[in-house]
């Protein structure tokens, strides 16, 4: 398992990070203990977390998640081997999170959510703190193939009514890592304006530097490619890449329209993002051609999104061991160019259908 630099820091994060999200809804405690012994065991030091999680997002479960990995941290006594992320929402209207009110990335709201994450966790410190989406009204992703309508001009304060200025934003975050609070600072779910203007407002001395971005990209979504790719790749901004599987539509279970008893799809009515026009074709014909190579869909699209040179740590999940254990093994896979051309010859008739 390599180690990648994170950014402009200091941290050497494994190629694989370890995703979260089912910790607390679909997989209890001891399950989640039991994914992480495994991907420690084979070189992973770094896990992904949210206040939000585990997902989809709930009153009654917000924060289990993060419970778990540091149930798991305490009865290891391994916090020093673990390089931990974890995120604040941004603007929502959700009232869970903050007490029965809206939250917003304000200095009140971001301060409270570390707070609670850092008990949570059982931890004086947090490696890397994203924010999980942006406040400002953007489409969900950041980086849709098209866009229906443009936010509002910024006033001289760089932000419309009611919007908080990234520089406001950025402050707290310079609080919290002067605080020893966190020790770096992430984005997640972010275009390319926005990752520019948070690194133009550090370079002013407002802040810190952006060390990640945490965007969706996978066979069927990458827009990552089209602005983002070049900016990070200049400005050494890395990318954390999630859901490589697609919400598992790239594992071949849902092939021909299939939802199997236990999967998320069935289970939970949140795969939107991957039930676009021309999705099912375009999932399908990828995970044929994983096939025409020998390779079950899965092990095929996570090696795909780990062999990109602008990827620094390819966030996995899985709900069982043997989902695990294969997403974990992708980093064994060789990946040829004529893997590559393949893949490159249904993107140009394909395109992003699921940004």
């Not at 074709?281 to 795909?304: H, K």
């Not at 893997?339 to 699921?354: E, F, L, T």
Request: glycine share 8%.
């Amino acid at each position: 398992m390599h180690k990648r630099r994170l950014g402009r820091t200091d941290l050497l994060v494994s190629q694989i990070c370890l995703g979260s999200m089912t910790w607390g809804q679909q997989n209890t405690e001891a399950e989640g203990h039991a994914q992480m012994d495994l991907a420690f065991s084979r070189g992973v030091n770094f896990i992904d977390t949210a206040e939000l999680y585990p997902i989809p997002p709930k009153a009654e479960t917000q924060g289990r998640t993060e419970k778990i990995i540091g149930s798991w941290m305490r009865a290891k006594g391994n916090r020093d081997k673990v390089i931990l992320a974890s995120k604040v929402v941004g603007r929502t209207a959700n009232t869970w999170f903050r007490g029965d009110r809206a939250s917003k990335l304000v200095r009140a709201d971001i301060f409270d959510a570390v707070e609670k994450s850092l008990t949570k966790l059982g931890t004086d410190y947090i490696d890397l703190y994203q924010i999980h989406w942006p406040e400002r009204d953007v489409p969900w992703g950041a980086n849709p193939n098209r866009i229906g309508a443009v936010a509002p001009r910024a006033d001289s304060f760089g932000a419309p009514t009611g919007e908080t200025p990234i520089a406001e934003t950025l402050a707290v975050f310079d609080e919290l890592v002067k605080a020893g609070k966190i020790r770096h600072f992430g984005l997640s779910n972010e275009s390319s304006w926005g990752v520019m203007r948070f690194i133009a407002e550090a370079e002013k001395g407002i802040g810190p530097r952006v060390a990640s971005v945490q965007n969706a990209y996978n066979l069927v979504n990458r827009t990552f490619e089209v602005n983002l790719a070049e900016v990070c790749e200049r400005e050494q901004v890395s990318l954390l890449p999630y859901s490589p599987l697609a919400q598992g539509y790239l594992t071949g279970k849902y092939d021909h329209g299939a939802r199997p008893q236990g999967s998320r799809s069935q289970l939970f009515n949140r795969g939107q993002r991957y039930e676009t026009p021309n999705a099912a074709e375009a999932q399908l014909e990828y995970n044929e051609l994983a096939r025409s190579f020998g390779l079950e869909p899965a092990l095929f699209a996570n090696a795909y999104v780990s062999s990109r040179p602008f990827v620094t740590s390819n966030i996995i999940g899985a709900t069982a061991i043997w989902q695990l254990e294969m997403a974990l093994s992708s980093v064994e896979v060789t990946w040829t160019e004529e893997m590559q051309k393949a893949v490159d010859a249904i993107h140009q008739r394909v395109g992003n259908p699921c940004p």
